[in-house]
């Protein structure tokens, strides 16, 4: 019964406590020096923290008569946080590479090294790269002969005629290629790229050709994602690298682009798997109202 009794008290004790910050640094410190993909803290992470949250509630317990309900509340918000923690440990991180207008529905886990069903068809619809504004050279045929050369910089334009051409954007995967819109005074007579498509009339007398660009400097980059289950669409939206998009428990990161030896665009998604973010995120708000009770006792000696 005392061994009981003195196990009660010592794991609710300040000791306790300080043993386990010194457990969890030792811990945290090799996985911030060596590189990994698993982002999440695995048994062991679960075991320190489900010792912390053993330690709090036990500290309240024995405490509880000579705690203020101010300290009660950010203890089970600090609980809450703790809980999240353990159940995110059973969350995972997968990745996937995928050609651009194609979808998958299975992704390799890094925690079990093995490819896995999604539960959804996955499709990169576009790869999206935005650059801060360059310096082009159009060239400009009409017909076989050479009718022009204008230099300029994204984004803006140059007469051809009684046309007004807009150079809007300068796409280099999977083809270097400038993308234009032709205007007759105010009215947009179609679009156009370097490389040859268009929705300009048949008449139109004029092509253009991309001669030359200055380095460019990465503005932004994103893909258009869809989930589906068969004909269903779940869900649409865009990824980008600190902008994921959501789908209930699944995070979906966009982590690169690039192509392979045979030209053909494809894209990098990382899916992270958190069930534990709704308490952690329950447990910050339930802290910051203790935190402000406590604050405004200090201030106004409300109790």
Not at 31 to 47: A, F, M
Not at 141 to 165: A, C, H, N
Not at 197 to 207: G, K, Q, R, S
Not at 271 to 299: A, E, Q
């Amino acid at each position: 019964m005392k061994r009981f009794e003195w196990l009660y008290h010592f794991l609710g004790s300040k000791k306790f406590t300080l043993s386990l910050f010194a457990v969890l640094c030792v811990f945290l410190i090799p996985r911030t020096l060596i590189k990994t993909e698993d982002i999440y803290l695995g048994r062991w992470g679960s075991i320190i923290f489900g010792f912390m949250g053993l330690n709090l509630v036990l500290c309240t317990v024995q405490r509880i008569k000579t705690l203020t309900k101010t300290v009660i509340v950010i203890h089970s918000g600090i609980l809450m946080i703790f809980a999240g923690v353990v159940i995110s440990s059973f969350g995972y991180v997968a990745t996937v590479n995928i050609y651009e207008g194609t979808k998958v529905d299975k992704v390799y886990r890094w925690d079990i090294k093995k490819n896995v069903p999604l539960g959804v068809d996955l499709m990169v619809k576009k790869v999206n790269v935005q650059y801060y504004p360059v310096d082009v050279k159009v060239g400009v045929l009409r017909g076989q002969e050479k009718f022009g050369l204008f230099t300029l910089k994204t984004g803006e334009s140059f007469q051809l005629e009684q046309y007004t051409v807009k150079v809007d954007a300068l796409e280099l995967l999977p083809l270097e290629k400038l993308d234009l819109s032709v205007f007759n005074r105010e009215h947009l007579v179609g679009t156009a790229d370097t490389l040859g498509e268009n929705t300009l009339p048949a008449d139109f007398p004029f092509e253009f050709k991309l001669v030359a660009y200055k380095n460019t400097s990465l503005k932004r980059l994103w893909v258009d994602l869809r989930l589906s289950r068969g004909s269903e669409v779940v869900i649409e939206g865009t990824s980008e690298v600190n902008h994921p998009l959501t789908w209930g428990e699944f995070s979906f990161y966009h982590t690169k682009a690039d192509i392979d030896k045979y030209g053909l665009l494809f894209a990098g998604i990382q899916i992270t798997n958190d069930p534990g973010i709704p308490y952690v995120y329950t447990g910050f708000v339930v802290t910051g109202i203790g935190s402000l009770m406590f604050l405004f006792k200090r201030l106004y000696g409300y109790r």
